[in-house]
Structures are given as C-alpha cells and as structure tokens.
C-alpha cells in the first residue's frame, strides 16, 4: 500500500492510497474499473486503479477483480503472461480478490465436464466446483432481486451466461443461492458472484470489496 502525504488544515495527514488491479487481459474491464471508480468516489475516497494486461504489476496490488468474459480465454492467456502464478501468491498473502462471472469460474478448484473438456485453467483459490453453464440456454441471461448478508436491501443482480459454484467445502461461506446453486460466496480474502455487479448503478458490492480492502 502507498501512503501518500496530503494537507489537511494546515498539518499533514497520513492518506493510505491503494492500489486496486484490474485483469484487463479480456471482458468487461472498463465496466469494473468505472465501478470501482465510481463507488471511491462515493466514498470520497480516492486510490489508484490500474489495468493489468501482463505480469509484474499484480505483486503491487492491494487488491485484484476478475472480471466477466471467456473463462477459457482468460485462463489461457493469465497462464500464458505468467499472471496466473502471481495472483495465487496475492491470495496466499491475503490480498482481497473479487471475480465476476467467468471470475468465479477461475477462482474455482473443481469444475464441471465442460471445464473439462476444454481444458480450462482454474486458479483454484476456492474449495468451491463449477458449473460452467449452470442456467442453460433458456435462462441465457436475466435480472432478480436477492438478498445478500451483508447489504440491509434486495439486490438486482444481472445473469449472463452465468455460472454458478455446485459444491463448495466448509470454509466457503455461501451469500447467496438461486434454488440450489450458490450465486455469491466468499472464503477468507475471495470473493465470487455469478453475476456481474459492474453492469449496474448499485455499487454496493463493490463498496464491500473496497471495504475488506481497507479490513485487509
Ligand atoms: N459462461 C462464461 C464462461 O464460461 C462466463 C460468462 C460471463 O462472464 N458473462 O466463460
């Protein structure tokens, strides 16, 4: 973390700046780092948000989001910039981690036939499995109202091709389900939604993560 120094009444005060990562290598990074801006700004806070397309600039993060997209992708290219190795070491720090959507599925141990046959890379920083395509074709994408813990009010949530974790170990603790898919958890320092907090006004999701940074 970077302390930076600013006046404050005539007496310097100690300002901590933090320094949030983006994974910016495919999906909706712009989304995520507009929320992030956004909900500092609600807080009239102000830290320095970056974009990370290869690898050196995790190990200076305070925290790291994984946003929506391709989880195939995603997982091939984070291996193939040597990202992937970097985050599993922010993790193992402590470092608070959000992933949405295909986020989720990167951040799972076990996956379902389909990560399989793709062979898709998981980080496997949650004792969480995924199903890839948990809503099917039918259910592509929608919105519903749900209640999470940590928030005194429903939350609309937007699902698009989501995933969902279908079997996750007792150190994850489920936020929410949708009948009986886990659609929100967290394990220590990780956090995963099914969902895609980016893709809408509320920041409230995001103002928790900035919040188990500030924790952290
Ligand atoms: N189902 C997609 C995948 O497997 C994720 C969808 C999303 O991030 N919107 O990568």
Redesign the pocket.
Known sequence: MNKSFKLEDGNFSGEIRMRIGVIAIQ??VSEHVHAVDNALSELGESSDIVEIKHSGIVPECDALIL????????GRLLLKEGISEEIKQAASAGIPIMG????L?LLAQRGDV?VAKTHQHLLGLMDTKVN??AFGRQRESFETYMELPFLDSPYRAVF????AIVDAGPDVEVLSKIDDKIVAARQSNILAFAF?PELTDDLRIHRYFLNMIREY
């Not at 946003?67 to 995603?74: F, I, R, V, W």
């Not at 949405?100 to 986020?103: D, E, I, L, R, V």
């Not at 698009?160 to 995933?163: D, L, N, Q, S, Y």
């Open positions: 999906g909706d946003p929506g997209g391709e989880s195939t992708t995603l949405t959507c295909a986020g599925i389909q890839r395509n698009i091709r989501a995933p895609h």
